[in-house]
């Protein structure tokens, strides 16, 4: 057999089945040149689950008259004119072939009407070949409307794959509810068979937001996600996530949209599972509305004839940021999680609790402050009690009790515990506390291997002067766990103590080589001193008596020289006795 070129209407047919697979398909189609056409109401009418009529009505800019026949011919577009701009797609539609391959396999009406035209005008195709060359006038507002009828009708073979229309209409609503989420500033109505099925309109407040979400994916979807909102230099990814494990009413459901485009991609998904970890039960699978925003320079998405794969130059760097931006929110959610549990256990003894503290020294006699009560037993029940123990002579038990700092009793001014020890009452510095056990914790060796890497190593530009102060202070910074990679005008961060726990990294570090640059010669100890007032300093605490409590136990156990002798700025005796004096005395 000969080789032949195809003719064009052929063509048209074979692209047609790469792109046009189903009714849900010319949807998809359609709605993107409408958002790329600048449209914010987009009406969305279908019959027979779009078998027999598929109609897509919008407010964009619409099509001049001279345009209209061209907008019919393959790889005709508005979007592009480079190679260059093929780089950088920032449009949904791009590729010129949505509307040929649909008219090839359909018979389609095309209306449109610009702002400076007075009128909108017609055209109308069978099969891609134009029945009437004359563009008709036609009445209607600013935008353009496509109706498509008979899908596959001169494709039989295509047209036996469908499913039924109940199917197909699924198809479309569930397409169109992705869309629903990817723009939320769009007006959309959806009617099937002439009955509408629900008109939502743009939202902007963080509440209509919320109910556009409830209605895609339901109400116990939005009660239980966690949002997600984390950006670095030209990555950012935000939208809302669950697990599934834990609360089995929510419906599987993921939704994923990178630079405003529907996208099902493996290396989102695995990441964001991936950050999940052990959290996920019985291979469960977390749902997730999730938007990734990337420099469209930095992803291919002329990969798939739908465009519905894209793929990513720099893949690992987009992984790790994505399980970096899931963890961060996930660890906040199961700490807060452990704390809420804590606090229910404490809400049921807080009866128990508050008689406690009014009975733990207020009402007690004073007799209780004094070093030796054995003065206050009268004299002849002590010599009773004396003789009765040298008769059964028992073996004398010493009772060693846990070295604590006291047990608390409130919190002042939000920077004091005062707490109480046998018959003393004590008062402790929160601030100081927190600092000696910021100390403690970076420079104690059971925590040197607890470093925290970075996801993704941070850049961060040094004078040529400080470099020297990095290179000869290296050591000691590893040490602790702050680790770079030196390069000839900047450092690369790679990780930084677990316990540090600092916002703006680069602001942190700026401040570590000037305090560096200006010490000769400096210690570890000295270093984590300085550390320590620095979180210190740029950390402030709501000291609840749950943290502080916290705190007592971290310091009791990371500093127990402290205990041994406590520093007079760390914790200061309360001399109670002569606040009892003055008052018995008034």
Same mark, same amino acid.
């Given at each position: 057999?000969?080789?032949?070129?195809?003719?064009?209407?052929?063509?048209?047919?074979?692209?047609?089945?790469?792109?046009?697979?189903?009714?849900?398909?010319?949807?998809?189609?359609?709605?993107?040149?409408?958002?790329?056409?600048?449209?914010?109401?987009?009406?969305?009418?279908?019959?027979?689950?779009?078998?027999?009529?598929?109609?897509?009505?919008?407010?964009?800019?619409?099509?001049?008259?001279?345009?209209?026949?061209?907008?019919?011919?393959?790889?005709?577009?508005?979007?592009?004119?480079?190679?260059?701009?093929?780089?950088?797609?920032?449009?949904?539609?791009?590729?010129?072939?949505?509307?040929?391959?649909?008219?090839?396999?359909?018979?389609?009406?095309?209306?449109?009407?610009?702002?400076?035209?007075?009128?909108?005008?017609?055209?109308?195709?069978?099969?891609?070949?134009?029945?009437?060359?004359?563009?008709?006038?036609?009445?209607?507002?600013?935008?353009?409307?496509?109706?498509?009828?008979?899908?596959?009708?001169?494709?039989?073979?295509?047209?036996?794959?469908?499913?039924?229309?109940?199917?197909?209409?699924?198809?479309?609503?569930?397409?169109?509810?992705?869309?629903?989420?990817?723009?939320?500033?769009?007006?959309?109505?959806?009617?099937?068979?002439?009955?509408?099925?629900?008109?939502?309109?743009?939202?902007?407040?963080?509440?209509?937001?919320?109910?556009?979400?409830?209605?895609?994916?339901?109400?116990?979807?939005?009660?239980?996600?966690?949002?997600?909102?984390?950006?670095?230099?030209?990555?950012?990814?935000?939208?809302?996530?669950?697990?599934?494990?834990?609360?089995?009413?929510?419906?599987?459901?993921?939704?994923?949209?990178?630079?405003?485009?529907?996208?099902?991609?493996?290396?989102?998904?695995?990441?964001?599972?991936?950050?999940?970890?052990?959290?996920?039960?019985?291979?469960?699978?977390?749902?997730?509305?999730?938007?990734?925003?990337?420099?469209?320079?930095?992803?291919?998405?002329?990969?798939?004839?739908?465009?519905?794969?894209?793929?990513?130059?720099?893949?690992?760097?987009?992984?790790?940021?994505?399980?970096?931006?899931?963890?961060?929110? #996930?660890?906040?959610? /199961?700490?807060?999680?452990? =704390? !809420?549990?804590?606090?229910? %256990? &404490?809400? +049921?003894?807080?009866? $128990?609790?508050?008689?406690?503290?009014?009975?733990?020294?207020?009402? #007690?006699?004073?007799? /209780?402050?004094?070093?030796? =009560? !054995?003065?206050?037993?009268? %004299? &002849?029940? +002590?010599?009773?009690? $004396?003789?009765?123990?040298?008769?059964?002579?028992?073996?004398?038990?010493?009772?060693?009790?846990?070295?604590?700092?006291?047990?608390?009793?409130?919190?002042? %001014?939000?920077?004091?515990?005062?707490?109480?020890?046998?018959?003393?009452?004590?008062?402790?510095?929160?601030?100081?506390?927190?600092?000696?056990?910021?100390?403690?914790?970076?420079?104690?060796?059971?925590?040197?291997?607890?470093?925290?890497?970075?996801?993704?190593?941070?850049?961060?530009?040094?004078?040529?002067?400080?470099?020297?102060?990095?290179?000869?202070?290296?050591?000691?910074?590893?040490?602790?766990?702050?680790?770079?990679?030196?390069?000839?005008?900047?450092?690369?961060?790679?990780?930084?103590?677990?316990?540090?726990?600092?916002?703006?990294?680069?602001?942190?570090?700026?401040?570590?080589?000037?305090?560096?640059?200006?010490?000769?010669?400096?210690?570890?100890?000295?270093?984590?001193?300085?550390?320590?007032?620095?979180?210190?300093?740029?950390?402030?605490?709501?000291?609840?008596?749950?943290?502080?409590?916290?705190?007592?136990?971290?310091?009791?156990?990371?500093?127990?020289?402290?205990?041994?002798?406590?520093?007079?700025?760390?914790?200061?005796?309360?001399?109670?006795?002569?606040?009892?004096?003055?008052?018995?005395?008034?």
């Amino acid at each position: 057999m000969s080789i032949k070129i195809l003719p064009p209407y052929l063509i048209n047919q074979i692209s047609a089945g790469e792109i046009i697979e189903r009714p849900v398909s010319v949807v998809k189609e359609l709605i993107e040149n409408s958002l790329d056409a600048g449209a914010n109401r987009i009406d969305i009418n279908i019959k027979k689950g779009g078998m027999k009529l598929i109609q897509i009505q919008d407010n964009g800019c619409g099509i001049i008259r001279n345009e209209l026949s061209i907008s019919l011919e393959r790889y005709a577009t508005s979007k592009i004119r480079s190679i260059k701009d093929l780089e950088i797609i920032t449009s949904l539609g791009f590729r010129g072939e949505a509307l040929t391959s649909i008219s090839s396999v359909s018979r389609l009406t095309l209306t449109s009407r610009t702002v400076n035209q007075n009128q909108a005008w017609q055209i109308y195709t069978e099969g891609n070949k134009i029945i009437d060359v004359k563009i008709k006038p036609a009445t209607h507002p600013i935008g353009t409307t496509v109706k498509v009828f008979d899908l596959f009708y001169n494709t039989p073979v295509r047209r036996k794959f469908m499913k039924t229309e109940k199917i197909e209409f699924n198809h479309i609503y569930n397409m169109i509810n992705q869309i629903l989420l990817a723009r939320f500033d769009v007006t959309i109505s959806f009617s099937h068979n002439d009955y509408l099925i629900y008109y939502q309109p743009a939202v902007i407040t963080e509440n209509q937001i919320k109910r556009r979400l409830g209605f895609v994916c339901g109400t116990n979807f939005v009660k239980n996600c966690l949002r997600v909102d984390y950006q670095q230099d030209n990555l950012s990814i935000h939208g809302w996530i669950i697990n599934r494990s834990e609360y089995k009413i929510i419906d599987f459901l993921q939704y994923c949209y990178v630079n405003g485009r529907i996208i099902k991609d493996k290396l989102i998904s695995n990441a964001i599972r991936q950050a999940f970890n052990d959290q996920l039960k019985n291979n469960e699978k977390p749902s997730y509305v999730i938007y990734l925003e990337i420099n469209p320079s930095q992803l291919d998405i002329n990969i798939h004839p739908t465009k519905k794969e894209i793929r990513f130059y720099q893949p690992r760097l987009v992984y790790d940021f994505i399980i970096q931006g899931i963890t961060n929110v #996930l660890e906040i959610y /199961y700490k807060n999680k452990v =704390v !809420s549990i804590v606090l229910n %256990k &404490e809400s +049921k003894n807080q009866s $128990n609790d508050d008689h406690m503290k009014n009975n733990d020294f207020f009402s #007690l006699p004073d007799w /209780y402050f004094k070093d030796d =009560v !054995s003065n206050l037993i009268p %004299k &002849e029940i +002590k010599e009773h009690y $004396n003789s009765q123990i040298s008769v059964c002579k028992l073996p004398y038990v010493t009772v060693k009790y846990p070295k604590y700092f006291g047990h608390l009793l409130t919190v002042l %001014k939000n920077s004091y515990a005062v707490l109480k020890k046998n018959q003393t009452l004590r008062l402790m510095s929160l601030p100081v506390a927190f600092r000696y056990l910021k100390q403690s914790q970076l420079q104690n060796r059971r925590l040197k291997s607890q470093t925290r890497p970075l996801l993704i190593p941070l850049k961060i530009k040094i004078r040529e002067s400080y470099l020297k102060t990095i290179q000869k202070n290296n050591s000691i910074l590893n040490s602790i766990g702050i680790c770079f990679q030196i390069e000839t005008d900047h450092i690369t961060l790679l990780s930084i103590p677990s316990t540090l726990h600092v916002y703006d990294l680069k602001v942190l570090i700026h401040e570590i080589v000037d305090y560096l640059f200006l010490q000769k010669n400096i210690s570890i100890q000295q270093l984590c001193y300085w550390l320590a007032i620095y979180e210190n300093k740029n950390d402030t605490i709501n000291w609840t008596n749950l943290k502080v409590n916290i705190l007592l136990t971290e310091i009791e156990y990371f500093c127990p020289d402290l205990l041994r002798s406590p520093p007079s700025n760390l914790i200061q005796q309360i001399n109670i006795k002569n606040t009892i004096n003055m008052l018995n005395n008034v």
